[in-house]
């Protein structure tokens, strides 16, 4: 996971360093921004479910989890471009019903690094379109539990330093621009499991979320 970062990283910076040289030697004189870079930072919130991909009679209720990070908007013209971002990201479910007479609530929280890699398309100054591949690593799982007079907590952490055991996935939305301030709107969805060693399966259960962002770009 630290290879990832350190890669996105080098990858960005190369990047966005020869943009920004090839702009000394060139004078915009436009009010629109498209065309320009910008760095920005990021916050808001995320509305996580799962669903079960084998349709049998799993059914759980979304919760709210906390959204936060950076992107770097790098132009490719006035009308695309790419913007990739580094996120913390929580997800999770409710979970409740009975057992052996009993009434229960089961609350999962998980904790995600994660990675989007979006195409842009600024149609219009103050809209930007998303879309792209997402890389997620998980961090942190949190199950808490109420029921039968009972209540516990289990809390496990997760150490990978292996960038391609990931969790795959799919997101995009729209981003409104209005001068420094960015309002994001965004879904996305899990597609597999990529296990490390080349291979990837499908996972039975599959986040699938909606994220309100507010942030500050500069």
């Not at 960005?12 to 915009?28: D, I, K, R």
């Not at 996120?87 to 609530?105: A, E, H, I, P, V």
């Not at 965004?186 to 490390?196: A, I, K, L, M």
């Not at 399966?201 to 500050?216: D, E, H, I, L, S």
């Amino acid at each position: 996971m630290k290879k990832a970062i350190l890669l996105i990283a080098m990858v960005t910076l190369t990047v966005t360093g020869s943009y920004a040289q090839s702009e000394t030697t060139t004078t915009n004189t436009s009010s629109d921004n498209r065309g320009k870079l910008f760095f920005g930072l990021k916050i808001g919130t995320n509305y996580s479910n799962v669903y079960d991909t084998q349709g049998q009679d799993f059914v759980a209720d979304a919760k709210f989890g906390l959204a936060a990070g950076g992107f770097v908007s790098i132009p490719l013209g006035t009308y695309f471009g790419v913007q990739p971002e580094v996120l913390f990201s929580q997800k999770g479910y409710k979970s409740s019903g009975t057992f052996l007479g009993s009434s229960y609530t089961m609350t999962r929280t998980t904790d995600y690094l994660e990675v989007p890699i979006l195409a842009a398309f600024k149609p219009i100054e103050y809209v930007t379109v998303l879309f792209g591949p997402e890389f997620s690593y998980l961090m942190k799982q949190k199950d808490d539990f109420t029921g039968g007079g009972l209540s516990s907590t289990q809390e496990q952490t997760y150490t990978n330093d292996n960038y391609r055991k990931n969790i795959f996935g799919l997101t995009g939305g729209v981003d409104l621009n209005v001068d420094h301030l960015v309002i994001g709107l965004r879904t996305g969805w899990d597609v597999s499991d990529n296990n490390g060693d080349g291979t990837s399966t499908t996972p039975r259960y599959k986040n699938m979320w909606y994220q309100a962002t507010v942030g500050f770009r500069f």
